[in-house]
Structure formats: C-alpha cells, structure tokens
C-alpha cells in the first residue's frame, strides 16, 4: 500500500510544514516541492501566487500524490478555493487549521496574526478566524523582513530580536494572548517573537505555529503506511545544493534525495 503525500512552498520555509508531517507518519512517502526559482510568493499579486500554485500542485499530481498539503501560508491565503476546485485529491492549506487552533486556546479572544504583505493582504486568516468565531478581535501585522532574515540564517541575532521588536510594538498594545505565525519561516525566529511580545512585562502570550496544526489535519486524512519506509523526495526549481546547505542549517540533516526540476515541463 502506498499513500504518497505531496507538499509545496514557495521555497524552504514549507520544510517546517514538511517535518511536522514526517513525525506523524513516518511511513508514508512524502514528495516535497520548494519553489525556489520564483521564491518570494509574499511580495507577488494574487494572479502570480494562483499561477505557480496550480503550477505546483500539477507537478506533485503528475508523481501520483494523493493528498496535496500547501505548506506555504501565501499560497494557502490566495490559491486554496481554486486548488481545491481543480484537484482531483484532497488539499489541505494552513490558515483554517492554524485558526482553528488559535481560536481553541485564546480566552480573551483577542488574537495577533504574523504573515507575508501576500497573507496579510488578503485577510483569509480574518476571515478564517471570524467564522470560527464572530466574536474575536484579530490584530495582523505583516514582517516581510523576517523571510530573508531567516533565509540568512540569523536565528538567534541581535537585528533579528531588534526586527522583531520593531513589528511588533504595535502588537504589544493589542493586549492579545494568542498570536498565530502565519508563515512558514517565523516558527524558526520564534523564540525572538515571543520575547518581542514580553517585552512590556505583560502576559504569556500563546504562540501558534500553523505547521503543528496543518499536520495535525494531514494525519487525520492521511492513510498512514504503517511499516513502510518513510522515504523523502525533494524537488526544487533551483539549486539543490543551496536548498540543502540552508534547509540542513536549521533542519538538521535532510534525508532524502534533492532534484532540480522544470515545474511546468518536467
Ligand atoms: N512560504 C511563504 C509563506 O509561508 C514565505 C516565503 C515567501 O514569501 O514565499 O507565506
């Protein structure tokens, strides 16, 4: 029996997404697709984003995926009602369970949203959230400086803690207590956010990474191959040997083979 899963990012960050899905079904074979040839998704218009996540989701079906996870918080926000129209098999994106999740554990009701210009724009985790729950007050703040801060590997750094500072002093008035990380990469900088939150002494606030959620629904619709040999495949659209010198700077080592393709043609 084979239940392969297929999983798409504009780039690194989804293998955030990736690895939470491996430690829930380690025997299933995952296909994970990193779009790093047109990465940054969060700075393009809804047109693009749509464009290259059909793109995406094409390419993972033509290798016989048959769930399609949208790692990427961008494409999840803009292309996920036309994905899940077109696509034979199940898609299942990262807002509505982060959401989800943001909405079970806030008591006040009061809840932050982090994301790309893309996500924040498009208002699908207000939307997600309000129909969780009409009542919640949400406060989005868009951190387009956090991607590439990460991309450069300045997890723990002084510009990043000062960045993080930066956006989220408008936050910090906000008085919330739950705030969802909705982008692949700021799960990795979490430790700069929540100390950007603390900083007026106030509260814990609760951080939620969509990543863990998205996962959690994956395993739950996924038929999970028990016994089988978990094997990783990844496909990117340039340099294999860039994806896995940053994704194994914060990963850990990357078991798998990495292969450069052509999305639209291979
Ligand atoms: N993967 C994107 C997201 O989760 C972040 C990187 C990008 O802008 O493409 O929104």
């Known amino acids: 029996m084979d239940f392969p899963i297929g999983i798409f990012d504009s780039g690194i960050g989804g293998l955030t997404v990736y690895s939470a899905i491996r430690r829930r079904l380690p025997g299933n074979r995952i296909l994970y697709l990193g779009d790093t040839a047109r990465v940054p998704y969060g700075t393009k218009s ?27 918080n961008t494409s999840s926000a803009v292309s996920l009602p036309s994905l899940q129209s077109q696509v034979p098999v199940p898609v299942v994106g990262v807002i509505r369970p982060g959401a989800a999740s943001a909405v079970s554990r806030s008591r006040s009701r009061r809840i932050g949203v982090l994301g790309t210009e893309a996500t924040i724009r498009s208002q699908a985790y207000l939307r997600a959230l309000k129909e969780l729950d009409p009542n919640v007050r949400v406060f989005m703040q868009a951190c387009p400086l956090f991607v590439p801060l990460v991309e ?115």
């Open 46 to 72: 809804t047109q693009t984003i749509i464009k290259y996540s059909i793109e995406n989701t094409a390419f993972l079906l033509r290798r016989g995926v048959r769930l399609v996870v949208v790692a990427c």
């Open 152 to 266: 450069e590997g300045w997890l723990d750094h002084d510009v990043t803690r000062r960045v993080a500072s930066i956006y989220l002093g408008g936050m910090r008035t906000h008085d919330i207590d739950t705030l969802v990380l909705g982008c692949t990469h700021y799960p990795l900088i979490k430790g700069a956010i929540a100390d950007a939150l603390e900083l007026d002494g106030g509260g814990r606030v609760d951080v939620i990474d969509s990543a863990d959620a998205a996962a959690d629904q994956v395993a739950d619709m996924a038929t999970a191959v028990d016994g089988g040999a978990g094997l990783s495949e990844f496909f990117v659209t340039d340099s294999a040997a860039r994806f896995r010198r940053v994704a194994e700077l914060f990963l850990g080592k990357l078991r798998g083979t990495v292969t450069e393709v052509d999305v639209v043609h291979d």
